[in-house]
């Protein structure tokens, strides 16, 4: 298994500014990957991102509007950027585990409200 | 790439009772998860369970993997157990690891 630690676990922002959130995982492992939730829906992948090189984005996410960093095995960032009410959601971290790592993990989560 | 059907979207339950709820997906994989979404939006981990039959207290899962569906079943329903409970696949022989998830169920349990 593994135990991720995300934070914020939630926050209110101003539109127009950035948030940053942070994503620990008590282990070393290859991919994270962020989600988005948006208010009533599923889970949308933003993006995976790969420790030395540039995070991989899914259609519809842009890396301006979406920064992430991996500095580590253990750690990553998302950024959301010049925020806006449409950007009020559920944000998720997410590592994948075992022996094909294909067993999903996720942290807490970062509620997000843009006002 | 891979769709996910869950059924009901909604299920409203009597404290007590039992259900059922279901997972149907459009190709072969090697990953099906059942997670449980509380109203604090964290995702528990109920059952990784790509083929077979699992049970954890009062929930069981089966997947049929041949024919592309899985199963969650909730006996004894409690009011803890309302969130949405969300079924997801991924089939990381076609060189992705991206998950996909269905739509959820909802799940209102009232006493």
């Known amino acids: 298994s593994a135990v991720i630690s995300q934070k914020p676990s939630r926050d209110i922002c101003q539109r127009g500014t950035s948030l940053t959130i942070q994503c620990q995982v008590d282990s070393q492992v290859t991919m994270m990957f962020w989600y988005r939730q948006q208010p009533g829906q599923s889970l949308t992948l933003i993006a995976t991102a790969n420790q030395g090189s540039e995070a991989t984005y899914e259609s519809g996410f842009v890396i301006d509007k979406f920064p992430i960093s991996r500095p580590n095995l253990t750690f990553s960032t998302l950024t959301v950027s010049n925020m806006s009410p449409e950007d009020s959601s559920i944000y998720l971290c997410?590592?994948?585990?075992?022996?094909?790592?294909?067993?999903?993990?996720f942290g807490q989560g970062t509620r997000l409200t843009v006002v | 790439g891979i769709q996910v059907e869950q059924s009901p979207p909604d299920l409203i339950l009597q404290e007590g009772a039992n259900s059922t709820l279901r997972c149907n997906f459009s190709d072969s994989v090697n990953n099906l998860q059942w997670f449980h979404q509380n109203p604090w939006g964290q995702l528990i981990n109920l059952f990784y369970?790509?083929?077979g039959t699992k049970q954890n207290g009062r929930l069981s899962a089966t997947t049929v993997a041949t024919e592309r569906y899985s199963l969650l079943y909730i006996s004894s329903s409690q009011t803890t157990d309302s969130g949405v409970y969300f079924c997801a696949v991924l089939n990381s022989g076609a060189g992705s690891y991206q998950l996909t998830f269905g739509k959820g169920t909802k799940l209102s349990v009232i006493p």
């Open positions: 369970i790509p083929s």
């Open positions: 997410s590592v994948e585990k075992g022996v094909q790592a294909t067993e999903a993990f």
